[in-house]
């Protein structure tokens, strides 16, 4: 798992306080990913998971039931990111 450091400004803060990983929708690609981690018993950071700090956390959590490709979209727009 990655350290907690926000995807959106890359700010590095304490997961006890009101940011946190956010989980979307998986992808096929995910279930995949899941697949082959489980079947070399390994771990890491899922690829449709990501840390957002308190100020981006509640707009990545509007969007969990997308997909993370979709979520980000919609947070570049919410954001005016380019």
Do not use: Q
């Not at 279930?31 to 840390?51: C, D, F, L, T």
Request: one cysteine or more.
């Amino acid at each position: 798992m990655r350290p907690p450091i926000c995807a959106v400004c890359g700010e590095r803060f304490d997961p006890a306080g009101k940011g946190g990983l956010v989980y979307f929708v998986m992808r096929k690609s995910d279930e995949e990913w899941r697949k082959r981690m489980k079947k070399i018993h390994s771990v890491g950071h899922p690829p449709w998971a990501e840390w957002f700090c308190a100020k981006h956390y509640p707009i990545a959590v509007k969007y969990n039931t997308l997909t993370i490709d979709e979520a980000w979209k919609r947070m570049r727009e919410d954001l005016k990111i380019t």
